[in-house]
Structures are given as C-alpha cells and as structure tokens.
C-alpha cells in the first residue's frame, strides 16, 4: 500500500501577506505615492473637511473652536455675487481658451512637423512664452493693450472703447487670448510627440487613394492624435479653472468691477487675505467637483472608446 | 489581495500625515523670558539700513541677549508671509512691518501678543504716541499691536506741468473739490499731462486707502470709515467725496486703467496722492505739496488724513518675550525714532511730532509738512473683517465711481450695508 502525501502547502508569511510577493515594487513606488497623499490627497480631504466647518487659521496650540456648520460655508460662498460672477468669467475663459488652444497646437504641430527649415528656432520661438514668467510677459501685454498700447494703435477707430483690459466685455477674452498664447507652445510639443507615431504608411494610402492635403489632415491626422487631443483638452481645462495670475496681475485683481475675477482669484481673496479659509474652501471644492464633471465629458465625448 | 493593498494604503497614509505634522509648535514664552531673539523688518533700503543699525546698537550693548535681524521674506504680501508664519509656528519675535489692517485677523489666530496684558505695554503705547494711539486699541481697548510709524498722505502736484498750463505753481489753488477739478481740468487740457491725477484704480482692498479715505478723514475732521461697527461714509460727506472722484473718472481727469511705472514721476500725471517716502523717491521732479482737497477748502492745519501706518507685531511664537519687549521699548526710544525719521523719511507715530524733533524738521523742511500731518491722521478699522470690509467698500467703489457703472449714493449705501454685516461677524 502506498501513501500519498501531499505537500503541505507552503507558510506565508505575515509580513508577506501585507507586501505581496514583490516588496521591492511597493518600495519604489512608494515616494510617489508619499507625494501623492501629502501634496494632493490630503490637503484635498483636509479642505473638504474645512468646507464644512467654522475655520480660521491659528497658531499652533491656539485653542480655537471649530464646529461643524453643514452647508453655511457653501451658502455663504454662493450667495455672493462675485462668486457666482466668477465661475460665469471662468466658464468664458474655458469656452474661448480650451477650443483655441487644441485647434492653433494642432495646426501649428502639423506645420512645424512638416517644414524643413527653421525648424529648430520656431519650436523654440513657441516654447519661450512657456517658460517665461508670467509677471514678465503680463508687462508685455499691459504695453500692448493698454489704451495708447500698439494693438489699439494698430486699430486705430476700430479699437474697443473702453480698451481691452478694463472693457467688462473684452477683458476676460483678452485674458485668454493671453494664456492660450502663453501656454501654446507646451500644447504644440505634445501634439509633435503625437505626430511622430502616426505611420507615414497611411498618409501615402490616404495620398493613393486622392486625398489631398486638407483631407489627409481631417481623415488621417486628427484621428491619429485622438489621445494627444484628450490630453490636450484635459490639461487645458485643468489649468484653465485655476487661472489666477492673469487677472491678479493683468487686469489688476479681477476687474474691471469683477468682470475678470476668477474662482481661484476670489479663493485667494477669502481665503488668504480675508480670513475665511473655510468659505474659500468651499468654492475650491465646487471647483474641483465641476472640473471633474468636465473632464469626464471631455473624455466621454473626445475619447472614444480609448 | 484588496485587503493587503488596504494595509499598505493605510500605512503610507499615516506616514505621510505624521510627516506633514511635524510642524514646530507655537508659543511657549512668557514676558519674564530674556536670550537671543529674530525680528523681521521691511526690505525696502531705508529701512534696512535703520533695521540694521538698530540691532547693531542694541547687540552691543547686550551681548546676552542678541537680536538677528533679517528682511521679511518675499511673497505676495507682508501680510500673506506672517498669517503663514503664524500658522507655522514660526514668527519671530518683532516684525517692524505689520499692517493695522492684519492685526485683527492675527490676533483672532492667537499670533500676537497682548501688549496691554504687560504691567507697562499700554502705558508705554500711550505716553509714546499720545492719543494717535487709541485707534490701534481693539474692541476690548487693548493693544495688540505698537503703534510705530506713519506715512500721512498729502498731494503732491508738479509744478512744471502746474505752470506750463498757467496756473501759479506756488500757490496752486487745490484746497476745495471745485477748485481741484478746475485745476485738473486745466492741466489736462493745457499742461501736457496724460490725467491730472492717476491713483491705482485696481480692485485690491487696500487700494481706497489712497483715494477714498484721505479725502473723506478731510472731510469729517477724522472721522474712521466704521464706528462702533457702523459704516460711517454713507452720508452727505462720503457722497461729496465719491462724486468728486466719479467726476474725475468720467471726465477723463483720472486714469480708468493701471499703469505699469509711475504715472507721477513719468509726468504722465500732474497730481499724486502720497506719503513722506515720496520726497527722496520723486528727487527729479520740481514738486509742491498740498492737503487733500474738501467740499469747501479748510486750513492745512485743521486737515485730517489716511496714515498709511506700519505698526510692530509682537508674535505670540516668541520664546524670549522679555527681550523682545525690551528691544520693542529700545526701537521706538527718542533716539531710535530720530534715526527712522533720518534714514527713511517716514514719521514715529509720536504724539508732538514737530515739537520733539524740532532740529530735524528746521534741517529738512520738506518733511515739515508731513511731520505736521502727522498728528492728525485716521487709520483703517480694528478687528477681524477689517479686509473684508474694505474689499465690500472697493468692490462697490470700482463698480460705480470709477466705471460708473451704478450710482454713487447708492452703491456707497450697499457698500455701507455689507460693511455693516460684516463687522456683525465674529
């Protein structure tokens, strides 16, 4: 008579158990996501928490009372006007800012991937905004649109009254005409990363087939940069809603009367300078739920089924 | 497997939040404590230079008790830099750089300490700066902050630009509201200048500190913009002042847009609203100075302004606070005050100025009108919501006197209104 004996099965240890049978893996990743708590994570969650209490910033071991006041916050922030007015000026900026940054990033891209010449200086020419401090480039744009600014020079009968910037109409389109030009050359070298993977392959079939140039881009390149597109449309909305430094600087704090305030701006304004970190944080919340909301819309719409 | 992702999360998740909370703590220190010590002064380069060497006397004189001085660190604002410092727990002891304006919030955050509550810090406020002192009292009629030097603000006219357009650049004839917009009219039209008078008119809340304010404190005899928790403009003074300004705007006499030098010193405007430091700072300009202007012109002498103070905050983060109010005492002695009027220009908020430094102002006549300002002067409101009530008053003032986009009256009664609320609020 034989006996099988089977082998018992192996013990696993504890410490196993909790690390997974590759340790190494979560080691490395870990700093990421150490910076990934601390940076967005938890800050994010702490102002949630903020949001719905009655909160100030204190002093360490400042005995302050910090009780739970639901919805007050909230209400308080959406009652005001220059809130409300805000998300209005911010919703401007992102419906003129979004579709011009994708569709000039594109079109410049596909030029710059095709010339020959001077290709080095131009992808660098669009780049320099970029990488240029705000507050600089801002003084450059104050020169060129103020009152007697070239623009308004240039135009001459046809220049907006009152001008650009403290025009309640003109102000807010201004200010994105500024920062899709400022951000543009970061969107054009993602689309030229893009580019680079479409096969050269299908722009000669597209060729054989009879397509001309302005086909070949519509049937070929457009949907061959689809996730460069979503990425695009993702980042430009993200960075769009946090816009602060244009109208703190260029329209001087949000004007003219509020017309160029944004979220972030009377966020600032609240939080920081006023004492009201918690109704500060309230807006910041809506904010993020409402970016959220459109990113998802975006990837919904734009994405496909990627 | 979720469970063992869950643990791990977990893990990381209390590691990250023990590390954020290793801030270092706060207070600590008690008045009876003496040692070394850090003080933060503005960066500006007359006040380094006074900074310097009013640590540099005192460091010789205690060489147990040594103070390192160092200029505030950037950021937006001073203000944003302290309530950080504060919440940070590491405020040093003095900063020679406090806005009235932030006082209330940082005492409400327990940053500062309450002079008052030492045996001799309101007595010493008070026989220092006289009765300029009491407007710096909080609501409770304690100090929270030491009053220590101002920056009365006058108008400063060109007079090249004064003459070219033909009016007598001595005697210029700015002192009634009917007077000063002939005047600005004139040097518009005929002076070569761009506006007559182009104060910064951006949203920010401090920014009415410098048009509205000066004229309205000349208006009332020094009246404060809130009394008693009741905004006080919405009358026939505030009006007066708000329509002299809307006149301005929409006749083309003041600039609706900001400019990105200095519209004074480029010549592109006749008229300034400013304070002492402007002296040294407009050296190439051949200026005059005048009161603020009111509805029917009354003596200099009699003439209130804004007065633009800069205040010591005592930080409640501080260890030694025996040394710290030592060298708060040291710092604003007679013989360091001469030295800030010296080195920057800018007057120790002392009560008889003119008479306590009497050489100074003979020596530097220039000054002699500020100095004399100086003693009567309003500042901005104590407590809490002090910004937020200047934001409510700014909002409603861009929107109607400078973009006459509302009523006058009207957006000075909302404005008044909110300021109202707002002072209700804890």
């Known amino acids: 008579m034989t006996t099988l004996i089977e082998n018992p099965p192996r013990p696993v240890g504890r410490a196993r158990r909790i690390l997974g049978r590759n340790p190494l893996g979560l080691l490395f990743s870990a700093p990421y996501l150490i910076f990934v708590i601390a940076v967005f994570a938890y800050p994010l969650i702490y102002s949630i928490w903020i949001s719905f209490h009655d909160f100030f910033f204190t002093a360490p071991g400042f005995e302050a009372d910090r009780p739970f006041v639901g919805l007050t916050n909230y209400l308080t922030a959406f009652q005001d006007p220059a809130v409300i007015r805000s998300f209005g000026n911010v919703g401007i900026f992102l419906l003129i800012n979004v579709p011009l940054t994708v569709v000039l990033s594109l079109l410049l891209a596909s030029g710059l991937n095709r010339i020959v010449h001077f290709r080095t200086f131009l992808r660098v020419a669009y780049y320099v905004p970029y990488v240029t401090a705000s507050v600089a480039v801002v003084a450059i744009w104050l020169f060129l649109f103020n009152g007697d600014g070239l623009v308004n020079t240039v135009l001459g009968p046809l220049a907006p009254d009152p001008s650009w910037l403290i025009n309640s109409t003109w102000a807010m389109p201004t200010i994105a005409f500024f920062v899709t030009w400022k951000q543009l050359g970061f969107y054009i070298l993602l689309y030229l990363a893009a580019l680079q993977g479409i096969p050269k392959e299908l722009y000669e079939s597209a060729s054989t087939d009879g397509a001309g140039p302005i086909r070949s881009f519509f049937s070929v390149t457009v949907p061959g940069v689809r996730p460069a597109t979503v990425l695009v449309l993702l980042v430009s909305t993200v960075t769009g809603a946090n816009l602060f430094t244009e109208p703190y600087l260029l329209t001087g704090g949000g004007g003219p009367d509020g017309a160029s305030a944004s979220p972030v701006l009377i966020m600032y304004q609240k939080g920081l300078q006023q004492g009201q970190p918690d109704v500060a944080a309230a807006i910041g919340v809506v904010l993020v739920v409402l970016v959220l909301v459109v990113a998802l819309l975006q990837n919904r719409f734009a994405g496909g089924r990627d | ?426």
């Not at chain 2, 007359?46 to 006397?57: H, I, N, R």
């Open chain 2, 1 to 426: 497997m979720k469970k063992r992702r869950a643990v791990a999360a977990a893990a990381l998740i209390v590691g990250a939040l023990a590390l954020t909370a290793c801030s270092r703590g706060g207070s600590g220190g008690s008045p009876d404590d003496h040692g070394p010590i850090t003080i933060w002064y503005s960066n500006n380069e007359q006040e380094v230079a006074w900074g310097k060497q009013m640590v540099e006397a005192w460091n010789a004189e205690h060489p147990d008790e040594k103070v390192t001085g160092q200029e505030i660190p950037a950021g937006r604002s001073s203000e944003e830099v302290i309530g950080a410092a504060i919440t940070a727990g590491n405020a040093p002891c003095l900063i020679y750089n406090t806005a009235p304006s932030a006082v209330g919030q940082f005492e409400k955050a327990g940053g500062l300490v309450d002079i008052s509550s030492l045996p001799d810090g309101a007595e010493y406020i008070e026989d220092r700066s006289g009765e300029l002192s009491t407007q710096y009292q909080n609501a409770d009629g304690d100090y929270f902050q030491i009053p220590w030097k101002s920056n009365p603000v006058v108008i400063f006219y060109n007079k090249d630009i004064f003459e070219k357009a033909g009016l007598d650049p001595d005697d210029p004839q700015l002192s009634t509201y009917a007077d000063f917009l002939a005047a600005s009219k004139t040097v518009v039209e005929k002076g070569g200048a761009d506006y007559a008078i182009w104060p910064a008119p951006t949203s920010e809340f401090f920014q009415m500190q410098f048009d509205f304010y000066p004229l309205y404190a000349a208006q009332t005899g020094g009246k404060l913009v809130v009394e008693d928790g009741k905004a006080t403009f919405d009358d026939s003074a505030g009006d007066g002042v708000g329509e002299f300004w809307s006149t301005l705007y929409a006749d083309g006499l003041a600039g609706q847009e900001k400019y990105t030098g200095d519209a004074f010193g480029d010549g592109k405007a006749a008229m300034a609203i400013v304070g002492p430091w402007a002296v040294s700072v407009y050296d190439g300009v051949n200026w005059g100075s005048v009161p603020v202007p009111t509805h029917d012109g009354i003596p200099a002498d009699e003439t209130y302004t804004f007065s633009d103070a800069k205040n010591i905050g005592f930080y409640t983060a501080c260890v030694n606070q025996g040394t710290a109010w030592d060298v708060a005492k040291f710092s604003t002695s007679l013989e360091q005050d001469e030295k800030l009027l010296e080195t920057t220009g800018q007057m120790p908020l002392r009560a008889d100025l003119l008479d306590t430094f009497p050489d100074y102002f003979a020596a530097n006549p220039a000054y002699a009108e500020f100095g004399d300002q100086a003693a009567r002067t309003v500042d901005v409101p104590a407590g809490p919501n002090t910004v937020q009530m200047l934001q409510a008053f700014r909002d409603e003032w861009s929107q109607s006197v400078i973009f006459g986009g509302k009523d006058v009256t009207q957006a000075l009664a909302d404005a008044a209104a909110k300021i109202d609320d707002i002072a209700k609020q804890p």
